[in-house]
């Protein structure tokens, strides 16, 4: 237990720098009013959490990137903010298009990490 909880921290320091690395580097990139950096953080860890749990990959190693690494990495909150945001500036193809992609291309990339994991 305690062991999984350190693991945890650990994966969760790791991926919140992650995403903040990455989403600075796309951020000072793209100026557009599309949520970019979110929606590709959020795909790209669907990807990722889909391998993780398809694979045969040690318990600690998929509790600690899955739940902490994952967990931290992944911006659901923020991905409702930036919605939330959106459409209470009138921007509703904007928001529509970005819960679409976010949802759709989500679960096809969790689905295909999940194909992939199958093979670890």
Do not use: D
Request: proline content about 2%.
């Amino acid at each position: 237990m305690l062991l999984n909880s350190i693991g945890v921290a650990l994966g969760g320091c790791l991926g919140a720098m992650s995403r903040y690395g990455i989403s600075s580097l796309i951020n000072q990139r793209y100026k557009g009013m599309f949520p970019l950096a979110t929606c590709c953080i959020n795909i790209l860890g669907c990807f990722l959490l889909g391998v993780l749990t398809s694979s045969s990959l040690a318990p600690f190693f998929i509790v600690m990137a899955g739940t902490g690494f994952m967990g931290a990495f992944t911006t659901f909150s923020t991905c409702k903010w930036e919605s939330y945001s959106l459409f209470t500036s009138k921007r509703y193809q904007i928001g529509f298009i970005y819960l679409l992609i976010s949802y759709s291309v989500g679960i096809l990339s969790a689905a295909l990490g999940m194909l992939l994991g199958v093979h670890l």
